[in-house]
Nanobody
């Protein structure tokens, strides 16, 4: 059974850092495109960062230079290092997975596996 579990969320002040983790089980992790998404209250779920099965990465413009996505295939774990956090980064963060490669790695419609989410709150 496929399972994604996020952790590492919390509350930080503006300018702070957090590292999110997503532990995956039940499938061949290295064959999947993995992504981080976020959803603030009243807003659509948006793509933040993605890493393809070949290691290529994509980032939303709003997080470029501040967030870094990485994965450890041996540990079946996806990470999101978030630096210089701002109040606009406040949201529930989800990891998603889709088999193979996708032309639109930051589109939520490309993903069919999701974790339960972890909350990130940034105060000014």
């Amino acid at each position: 059974q496929v399972h994604l579990a996020e952790s590492g969320g919390g509350s930080v002040q503006s300018g702070g850092s957090l590292r999110l983790s997503c532990a995956a089980s039940g499938y061949t992790y290295s064959s999947y495109c993995m992504g981080w998404f976020r959803q603030a209250p009243g807003k659509e779920r948006e793509g933040v960062a993605a890493i393809d099965s070949d290691g290529s990465t994509s980032y939303a413009d709003s997080v470029k230079g501040r967030f870094t996505i990485s994965k450890d295939n041996a540990e079946n774990t996806l990470y999101l290092q978030m630096n210089s956090l701002q109040p606009d980064d406040t949201a529930m963060y989800y990891c998603g997975a889709t088999y193979g490669r996708t032309w639109y790695p930051l589109s939520k419609n490309e993903y069919n596996l999701w974790g339960q989410g972890t909350q990130v709150t940034v105060s000014s």
